[in-house]
């Protein structure tokens, strides 16, 4: 057996090579006491997620992480010196500063868009108060970046799925219309006005509609931010329906019970129901929610390609980018009024 040949000094010890004898300088004070803190984080992220889910664990990583290339540059004289120097206003302000000119990052900068960096800012110091929560240190935070939701499509592709939705349901007399087409206007007319996410949408009871006389004109409805309410009870919100909407409410409501005769155990109270053998009468679920959205837009779609209409975005297959946008057009509209 053969192995690799080593030189050896006069005494015989291998020879050391010079560049293992410079010493590797210790962190900063800062540093050690930052990634103790940490620790705690992952620890309870082990254990509870609830508490640290992973996606929380991945951010405060991310701004230790930024903190320590950070520190090199220069914040100021005493960051390293301790964590409480590393969290003083004028630290995190010059930590800030070089978040947004992009010196932190480690991959390339492949956007320009002023909303992701707002949107990370926003991270960093969520983050940062966390930690000085945590190692129980006193933490001025500085002012959080407005939240803005970039319109990803045209918002008028909404109206293109109401128009679309309305002439499918032209089709039909009042009686003769089926089942899934009074629910689809109905449900439509809620995800305009209301702008629930899919989860909202899929858990909405009967009870959350207030009527009034035959006709439902408000909602009340239980926000699921991403990232959750963690340690916090939420609170409804009553929305208020056009009496559009609240006419195709009724008509879905007048559907309703004859969808669940023959379910055994009990009236489903939740508000959208399929319409599909054999699952009739069943909840809805969010992924069977997408799939109906996805199959309205993809139909508007065909339409548009059909009539040559020129345009530049494509009808949005996902709710999401749709509710998004359509926010995005309500908080414009709301900031010039």
Known sequence: ???????????????????????????????????????????????????????????????????ALALPLGLTENAGDSLADLLAPDAVHAYLLYGRGGYLRQAPMVSTDPTSFDTSERIRIFCLERIAEQARISFE????PPWGLRPTVSPRMADLITKHLTNQSEEWTEAA???????????????????????????????????????PRALSLVRQP????????????????????????KD??????????RLHGGVPRQLWLSTRVPNTGIPIDRRNISRWYKGVADAVQIIQ?????????????????MRRTLLAQRQALEATT
């Not at 689809?184 to 989860?199: C, N, T």
């Not at 991403?226 to 409410?249: A, F, V, Y």
């Not at 007048?254 to 005769?261: F, G, Q, V």
């Open 1 to 67: 057996m053969t192995s690799t040949a080593r030189h050896l000094s006069a005494s015989g010890d291998p020879v050391t090579p010079a560049v293992a004898l410079h010493a590797v300088p210790a962190p900063a004070p800062a540093l050690r006491q930052l990634d103790r803190i940490l620790d705690v984080f992952r620890t309870v992220n082990r254990s509870n997620k609830d508490v640290v889910s992973d996606s929380r664990m991945q951010q405060l990583e991310w701004v230790a992480g930024e903190l």
């Open 226 to 249: 991403q990232g959750g309410l963690r340690g916090k009870m939420p609170e409804p919100e009553t929305i208020s329906l056009t009496l559009d909407t609240g006419r195709r409410l």
């Open 141 to 144: 935070a500085p002012n959080l």
């Open 252 to 261: 879905w409501l007048e559907r309703r019970p004859a969808l669940m005769t």
């Open 177 to 215: 219309r089926p089942d899934i087409v009074v629910r689809g206007l109905a449900m439509w007319g809620v995800m305009r006005e209301a702008l629930p996410r899919v989860g909202e949408l899929e858990s909405m009871l009967v009870e959350d509609l207030t009527l009034d006389g035959e006709i």
């Open 305 to 321: 390609d059909a009539e040559g209409v020129p345009e530049e975005d494509l009808v949005p297959t996902r709710w999401e980018t």
